[in-house]
């Protein structure tokens, strides 16, 4: 069966990454629903896509009308029930497969036969998540990176059973919202996360043998490689306890080194040491 043309677009999750999905999506001129599991979540999203929004209008990069139209195109909602209509859903739920393979199910059951069903997922396997819904060679992982609406890169990640008429279709979405996409095949970790996570976690063992400072490591990367961010940073950004769950994750699907868990990395989450969000990481931050 071919795929419907586009025009709405559903997101299960309104939190850090949903709310940019949303938003991208509804500024390049499609219909929004944001879901949550309370509507109160989904508002909340909404009123970051607004701020984020406003951050643009400020900077001259959004135009006022851009803004108002961008936001007059988002219905909140809570469940899934008004999904329905849509022709492509984005689930943007927390790193949890089982939770993950619910949505696909529920989702399942209400939307069109010809509906793409696409996870935001940075490490599951897709082909796993794709095994819970009715049609999985209409799913796709569309793993977008933080912040949504301002990082190029959408990695299109192909499970075993997606058909070429869905990557097709996912790649001309990604296009008309002005993504720059690569398609990988599902594999622990896809192409960004194993290759972020390699240079990372080797950072954090240089920090344990003491081969350089945590500053100096980072720059190595910023100024030898013109890395915008070293990678303890970038650590301490994404969050160590979420840098642990990937590293665990991959280490146990391919069994290399290279996503060791190193012990320093292990000791600071066990001291609730989760990187910016706790105020410290492998660097300290003031409490704004
Ligand atoms: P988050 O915790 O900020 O947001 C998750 C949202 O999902 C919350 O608002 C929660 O209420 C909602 N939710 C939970 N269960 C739900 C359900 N059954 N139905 C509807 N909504 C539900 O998480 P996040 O950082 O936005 O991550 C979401 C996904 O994006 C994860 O798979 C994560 O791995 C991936 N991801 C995150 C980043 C990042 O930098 N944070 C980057 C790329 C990909």
């Known amino acids: 069966m071919s795929t419907s043309v586009i025009a709405d677009v559903g997101v299960v999750g309104a939190g850090t990454m949903g709310n940019g999905i949303a938003h991208v999506c509804a500024q390049a001129g499609f ?9 109160d979540a989904a508002r909340a999203g909404l009123t970051t896509i607004g701020k984020n ?6 900077k001259g990069k959004v135009s006022a009308a851009d803004r108002d139209a961008t936001l007059g195109r988002i219905t909140v909602t809570e469940g899934l029930e ?3 209509g849509c022709q492509l859903v984005i689930e943007s739920v927390p790193e949890r497969l089982a939770l993950k393979q619910g949505v696909f199910q529920a989702l399942s059951a209400l939307v069109a036969d ?6 935001n997922t940075s490490s599951l396997s897709l082909t796993e998540i794709a095994a819970a819904a009715r049609h999985p060679e209409r799913v796709v992982g569309l793993h977008f990176f933080n912040p949504v609406h301002l990082m190029k890169l959408l990695e ?11 990557v097709e279709a996912v790649r001309a979405f990604g296009a008309s919202i002005k993504k720059e996409l690569i398609v990988v095949k599902d594999s622990p970790g896809f192409a960004s996360s194993r ?12 920090l344990e043998e003491g081969v350089a400072s945590a500053e100096d490591i980072d720059r190595a990367m910023e100024l030898g ?7 303890l940073k970038l650590g301490d950004l994404v969050g160590l306890d979420v840098r642990l769950a990937i590293a665990e994750y991959l280490y146990a699907e391919t069994g290399s080194a290279a996503f060791r868990p190193p012990q320093l990395l292990k000791k600071l989450v066990r001291a609730g040491k989760l990187g910016r969000k706790a105020g ?9």
């Not at 010809?114 to 996870?119: E, H, T």
């Open 225 to 231: 490689y013109g890395h915008p961010m070293g990678p």
């Open 156 to 166: 299109v990640v192909r499970a075993h059973q997606t058909s070429d008429a869905t």
């Open 195 to 206: 290759l972020g996570l390699a240079v990372g976690l080797e950072a954090v063992r240089m």
């Open 31 to 39: 219909r929004v629903t944001l879901s949550d599991v309370s509507l």
């Open 53 to 58: 929004l406003e951050v643009g209008v400020q």
């Open 114 to 119: 010809d509906c793409i069903l696409a996870s």
């Open 280 to 288: 410290e990481g492998f660097y300290r931050y003031r409490a704004d």
């Open 82 to 84: 008004r999904l329905r």
